[in-house]
Each structure stands twice: as C-alpha cells, then as structure tokens.
C-alpha cells in the first residue's frame, strides 16, 4: 500500500482502460493533492472531499463526482526527518 490512512496524497496514475477517457482526465487529476480517509475496498481509498471532474468525449459531456481512488494511483506524502547539522557540512 502507498497510503495510510489521513496522509495527504498525490495523484500520480490515471488509468481507465480508455486512451481517449485517459487523455481528457490526466491533465485535470495528475498532480492533485488529496487526504485520504479509510480504504473502502481492498485498494481504493475514501478521499477526504470528493472532486468534481467534467470532460467531454465527441458530443457527450459527462460530470462525475469522485469519491474514492485506488492505492497504485497515488503517492503519500510523508515527510522526512530534515537534520539541521548535516554530518558532511564543514563548519565556517
């Protein structure tokens, strides 16, 4: 699993089976942070505010509200350990 659960996330993976669906939802998710809140499946995740995303394929507009999103499309954001004094710095 990439997340536990109340991290912050990055969507980094869209994958719908549909290049064209793909293409339209990539430039509008990739990249976008989200807080996710339990697993409601054995991958997918509850997210913490659902996103609202509108994409147009030929003549049909589709609007859909996302709810949740599986593991494998995000990346957690944790933080690392920041060290003040750096073993390798030579002292001025």
């Known amino acids: 699993m990439n997340c536990k659960p109340g991290d912050l ?3 980094v993976r869209v ?3 549909d290049p064209v669906v793909e293409a339209q939802l990539r430039p509008l998710l990739i990249g976008r942070f989200v807080r996710v809140v ?3 499946s054995a991958e997918t995740w509850e997210l913490e505010e659902p996103i609202s995303v509108s994409i147009r394929i030929g003549s049909v507009h589709a609007q859909f509200t996302l709810i949740g999103l599986e ?5 957690a954001i944790r933080g690392v350990p920041v060290h003040y ?3 390798d710095e030579v002292a001025a």
């Open 85 to 87: 004094v750096q073993a």
């Open 9 to 11: 996330a990055c969507i």
């Open 15 to 17: 994958v719908t089976g």
């Open 71 to 75: 593991d494998h499309a995000l990346q």
């Open 38 to 40: 339990q697993l409601v």
